[in-house]
T-cell receptor, first 111, second 119 residues
Framework: GESVGLHLPTLSVQEGDNSIINCAYSNSASDYFIWYKQESGKGPQFIIDIRSNMDKRQGQRVTVLLNKTVKHLSLQIAATQPGDSAVYFCAETRSQGNLIFGKGTKLSVKP | DTGVSQDPRHKITKRGQNVTFRCDPISEHNRLYWYRQTLGQGPEFLTYFQNEAQLEKSRLLSDRFSAERPKGSFSTLEIQRTEQGDSAMYLC?????????????????FGPGTRLTVL
């Protein structure tokens, strides 16, 4: 899930498969993490969040995993659907501060 | 719609002109954030308000940029003497003082953004 320069990494999956999007965060002091979904021309849409005192949190079809040892975050989407096609960003923050966003991963779902 | 709203959605201007954007946060959200997003990048923090107080400004916020939130509700972001490098999506987000339904005071909800093009 890391990007180089201006090129977004892309994940292409078949409809119905599970998707895993990875993110490395930068600040070991960050204590709150969010995944956002952004469709073309729209603002980021909240998907799921997790606090640093947890290592896993589940939502509807989505799971976020946090590994503080290696500062790694992942988003798992079960039974991926065409409507899940978008750019996904992880973001970190500390104590109601500003969000620091990762580079983003473009998810393409093939029907 | 009770989400964050932004106006205008699109703005095309000539270099050197001033532009102003408006953000209306979710009702009763006390914190309001401004971000800028260029193509292929994640949003970058510009500034934020807690009620009417501007508490932090990024180094990205040059002297040509000014933001206000006079009554602690809506906010405006003004760019003076626009430059081509100002072309970007300007995003506003808000976060709640009293979160509901399992949300957090740290959760930021974004508006649709204002796309600025400087010719």
């Amino acid at each position: 899930g890391e990007s180089v320069g201006l090129h977004l990494p892309t994940l292409s999956v078949q409809e119905g498969d599970n998707s895993i999007i990875n993110c490395a965060y930068s600040n070991s002091a960050s204590d709150y993490f969010i995944w956002y979904k952004q469709e073309s021309g729209k603002g980021p849409q909240f998907i799921i969040d997790i606090r640093s005192n947890m290592d896993k949190r589940q939502g509807q079809r989505v799971t976020v995993l946090l590994n503080k040892t290696v500062k790694h975050l992942s988003l798992q989407i079960a039974a991926t659907q065409p409507g899940d096609s978008a750019v996904y960003f992880c973001a970190e923050t500390r104590s109601q501060g500003n969000l620091i966003f990762g580079k983003g991963t473009k998810l393409s779902v093939k029907p | 719609d009770t989400g964050v709203s932004q106006d205008p959605r699109h703005k095309i201007t000539k270099r050197g002109q001033n532009v102003t954007f408006r953000c209306d946060p979710i009702s009763e959200h006390n914190r309001l954030y401004w971000y800028r997003q260029t193509l292929g990048q994640g949003p970058e923090f510009l500034t934020y308000f807690q009620n009417e107080a501007q508490l932090e400004k990024s180094r990205l916020l040059s002297d040509r940029f000014s933001a206000e939130r006079p009554k602690g509700s809506f906010s405006t972001l003004e760019i003076q003497r626009t430059e081509q490098g100002d072309s970007a999506m300007y995003l506003c987000a808000s976060s709640p003082k009293y979160p509901r339904d399992g949300a957090s005071t740290d959760t930021q909800y974004f508006g649709p953004g204002t796309r600025l093009t400087v010719l």
